[in-house]
T-cell receptor, first 113, second 111 residues
Framework: DTAVSQTPKYLVTQMGNDKSIKCEQN?????MYWYKQDSKKFLKIMFS???????INETVPNRFSPKSPDKAHLNLHINSLELGDSAVYFC????????????FGPGTRLLVL | DQQVKQNSPSLSVQEGRISILNCDYT??????FLWYKKYPAEGPTFLIS?????DKNEDGRFTVFLNKSAKHLSLHIVPSQPGDSAVYFC??????????FGAGTRLTVKP
């Protein structure tokens, strides 16, 4: 059983397009996260939601808008994609906010052309 | 499918002693392995990595060991310092793609 799943796995798109990445966890966790992995493999936290409510919103362009329809889902919508958005995006979840043991999804590799 | 597992959620070590963090994986196609360190309210930061063609990689106090036959990875920290207290994630990838993470081990180094 997949604990944290992301779709799509790969996403290739043109500059200026709008795209979404979906994340779902079946662990019953309250908190979900989005991370962006840069070329040096560092993971930068973007957003965190606890029970559908935003609790962390790092300095991220407002072209990025997370949406949490329920606590099992945290989707990432990106408007007007730019070349610099190309990266691997990881979703993760934890039992509760502030808990550092996290389960990561397999990642979505986004390539903006 | 948890292809990368860290079976110990926590580890407590005395300052100056060795910390050994363990990680097991199931996918024999993994060819690149990484350890990340995470402080509270921050994203994980890359610490050290190893390619599958090696069995050991050392960087200062940190050494990563890879046992491919056992599909086992470990991180040794010697000597451990209180500042090493954090959550450590292991990760593995195939051709630098499809990276999978373990759930993390919280290391506490006591003064």
């Amino acid at each position: 059983d997949t604990a944290v799943s992301q779709t799509p796995k790969y996403l290739v798109t043109q500059m200026g397009n709008d795209k979404s990445i979906k994340c779902e966890q079946n662990l019953g966790h309250d908190t979900m996260y989005w991370y962006k992995q840069d070329s040096k493999k560092f993971l930068k936290i973007m957003f965190s939601y606890n029970n559908k409510e935003l609790i962390i919103n790092e300095t991220v362009p407002n072209r990025f808008s997370p949406k949490s329809p329920d606590k099992a889902h945290l989707n990432l919508h990106i408007n007007s994609l730019e070349l610099g958005d190309s990266a691997v995006y990881f979703c993760a979840s934890s039992q509760e906010a502030g808990q550092e043991t996290q389960y990561f999804g397999p990642g979505t590799r986004l390539l903006v052309l | 499918d948890q292809q990368v597992k860290q079976n110990s959620p926590s580890l407590s070590v005395q300052e100056g002693r060795i910390s050994i963090l363990n990680c097991d994986y199931t996918n024999s196609m993994f060819d690149y392995f990484l350890w990340y360190k995470k402080y509270p309210a921050e994203g994980p930061t890359f610490l050290i990595s190893i390619s599958s063609i090696k069995d050991k990689n050392e960087d200062g106090r940190f050494t990563v060991f890879l046992n491919k036959s056992a599909k086992h990875l470990s991180l040794h920290i010697v000597p451990s310092q209180p500042g090493d207290s954090a959550v450590y994630f292991c990760a593995a990838s195939v051709n630098n793609n499809d990276m999978r993470f373990g759930a993390g081990t919280r290391l506490t180094v006591k003064p």
